[in-house]
């Protein structure tokens, strides 16, 4: 599988560039075959509000980490299918769904994927999960790297780890070295609180020379999955500098929210969930949510194909949702021209297209082909409410169009 995969992902990151870029997308391209977001760093409650999921709906989004994916399903449509270039996406996507069959109550589920660092997690695996795997996902898993089987992340704290986790790590020691300690922003009872603690301590890091030259490096980003077209597009929206996009951004993900509700900014700041009661969670790790999670299980699935590929067997006017994540800011014109005749052909009347983009404008008109872009009506209204309303805050612009007729 994976000098297939590697191909997928080498057609979906490399562009006609020139040679300093093309060798930066090679490197993303490797990077991008591990595990990259342990958790998806895109909100799946506005997601949800967007795709007004319904019984009877047939959802396609692209994995990532699966949050996603384990939330639609909570939603209860008649199924949702992923699909991932990363193996190792692919693989967490069909372990959560494994999980959410298999273990026997919402405690050992919680305590799998939303606590994830403890060594009873392995007995768990053993006695529970591993029997619902395919044999390559189980091989997956059960595979001995350098010092530990990849099935001991979950003992040694899942979050941590993966191109998102290792970046989050290095923006605390950053932090670290100006001096900055976010116990007081976890602790923070008011939005005013936090935004005070954003002016005092964080926004003073941005003028630091290490993070000036650090932002400078279009692989400075790879470990938020951000390949260099993409940290291009931000810097157009910086006039030519991503410093101040992403200060903004950062500011947003801190003050925007009320810092109790924000379960993204407790994974970028305390690089866990909140360990309250009523802490936030993502939807599918809800006490509330975990038996129809249970028994909406075999509706989900997750294949290591491209979105185009996959909607090229599917049947014309079978969809009823689709998420792009950020996938889009990737692709060039044939290749996004590509995957929108797919979506127009399979979505029903009515079906709804979510995608966010690194920068603050749509990129679908002037590159979309007209005949396929006038099929479409693009919700003004719903993409600035979602724009507004996605706690991760690391997009520039959240967009939403609808199928006609």
């Given at each position: 599988?994976?000098?297939?995969?590697?191909?997928?992902?080498?057609?979906?990151v490399?562009?006609?560039?020139?040679?300093?870029?093309?060798?930066?997308?090679?490197l993303?391209?490797?990077?991008?075959?591990?595990?990259?977001?342990?958790?998806?760093?895109?909100?799946?409650?506005?997601?949800?509000?967007?795709?007004?999921?319904?019984?009877?709906?047939?959802?396609?989004?692209?994995?990532?980490?699966?949050?996603?994916?384990?939330?639609?399903?909570?939603?209860?449509?008649?199924?949702?299918?992923?699909?991932?270039?990363?193996?190792?996406?692919?693989?967490?996507?069909?372990?959560?769904?494994?999980?959410?069959?298999?273990?026997?109550?919402?405690?050992?589920?919680?305590?799998?994927?939303?606590?994830?660092?403890?060594?009873?997690?392995?007995?768990?695996?053993?006695?529970?999960?591993?029997?619902?795997?395919?044999?390559?996902?189980?091989?997956?898993?059960?595979?001995?790297?350098?010092?530990?089987?990849?099935?001991?992340?979950?003992?040694?704290?899942?979050?941590?780890?993966?191109?998102?986790?290792?970046?989050?790590?290095?923006v605390?020691?950053?932090?670290?070295?100006?001096?900055?300690?976010?116990?007081p922003?976890?602790?923070?009872?008011?939005?005013?609180?936090?935004?005070?603690?954003?002016d005092?301590?964080?926004?003073?890091?941005?003028?630091?020379?290490?993070?000036?030259?650090?932002?400078?490096?279009?692989?400075?980003?790879?470990?938020?999955?951000?390949?260099?077209?993409?940290?291009?597009?931000?810097?157009?929206?910086?006039?030519?500098?991503?410093?101040?996009?992403?200060?903004?951004?950062?500011?947003k993900?801190?003050?925007?929210?009320?810092?109790?509700?924000?379960?993204?900014?407790?994974?970028?700041?305390?690089?866990?969930?909140d360990?309250?009661?009523?802490?936030?969670?993502?939807?599918?790790?809800?006490?509330?949510?975990?038996?129809?999670?249970?028994?909406?299980?075999?509706?989900?699935?997750?294949?290591?194909?491209?979105?185009?590929?996959?909607?090229?067997?599917?049947?014309?006017?079978?969809?009823?949702?689709?998420?792009?994540?950020?996938?889009?800011?990737?692709?060039?014109?044939?290749q996004?021209?590509?995957?929108?005749?797919?979506?127009?052909?399979?979505?029903?009347?009515?079906?709804?297209?979510?995608?966010?983009?690194?920068?603050?404008?749509?990129?679908?008109?002037?590159?979309?082909?007209?005949?396929?872009?006038?099929?479409?009506?693009?919700?003004?209204?719903?993409?600035?409410?979602?724009?507004?309303?996605?706690?991760?805050?690391?997009?520039?612009?959240?967009?939403?169009?609808?199928?006609?007729?």
């Amino acid at each position: 599988m994976s000098t297939t995969a590697q191909a997928r992902l080498d057609a979906a990151v490399l562009q006609e560039s020139d040679a300093t870029t093309g060798r930066l997308e090679r490197l993303f391209s490797r990077l991008f075959m591990g595990l990259v977001y342990p958790q998806i760093w895109e909100d799946p409650v506005v997601d949800m509000t967007a795709l007004q999921i319904a019984p009877g709906d047939n959802i396609v989004c692209i994995a990532s980490g699966s949050c996603n994916m384990m939330s639609y399903l909570t939603a209860g449509p008649t199924s949702v299918t992923a699909v991932d270039l990363s193996p190792a996406h692919v693989a967490l996507g069909r372990l959560k769904l494994a999980a959410a069959r298999s273990l026997p109550d919402h405690a050992a589920f919680f305590q799998f994927f939303a606590c994830a660092d403890m060594a009873s997690n392995r007995a768990l695996y053993q006695r529970y999960i591993r029997h619902e795997l395919d044999a390559e996902t189980r091989a997956f898993w059960e595979t001995r790297q350098p010092f530990h089987r990849r099935i001991s992340l979950f003992e040694r704290g899942f979050y941590r780890h993966g191109l998102l986790g290792r970046f989050l790590g290095a923006v605390h020691l950053v932090a670290r070295i100006g001096g900055v300690d976010f116990t007081p922003l976890l602790a923070a009872r008011s939005m005013e609180d936090q935004q005070a603690f954003f002016d005092q301590k964080i926004a003073p890091l941005f003028d630091m020379w290490l993070v000036r030259k650090l932002a400078g490096f279009r692989a400075a980003l790879f470990g938020l999955g951000i390949p260099p077209a993409q940290y291009d597009k931000l810097a157009e929206d910086g006039g030519g500098d991503v410093l101040p996009v992403l200060r903004e951004r950062v500011r947003k993900l801190m003050c925007d929210f009320p810092i109790r509700e924000n379960y993204f900014a407790w994974q970028a700041f305390a690089r866990c969930y909140d360990p309250a009661p009523d802490g936030a969670l993502p939807p599918y790790l809800q006490a509330q949510n975990f038996e129809r999670l249970r028994r909406a299980a075999d509706q989900g699935q997750i294949v290591n194909r491209s979105l185009t590929d996959y909607l090229q067997g599917a049947r014309a006017r079978s969809k009823h949702g689709y998420v792009l994540l950020d996938a889009q800011d990737w692709m060039n014109d044939v290749q996004l021209n590509a995957l929108w005749a797919e979506i127009t052909r399979t979505a029903a009347p009515g079906a709804r297209v979510i995608f966010r983009t690194g920068g603050s404008h749509d990129i679908l008109p002037g590159r979309l082909r007209p005949e396929l872009l006038n099929q479409w009506a693009y919700d003004v209204e719903g993409s600035a409410q979602g724009t507004a309303q996605d706690r991760s805050a690391i997009y520039g612009a959240f967009h939403i169009y609808r199928r006609k007729g």
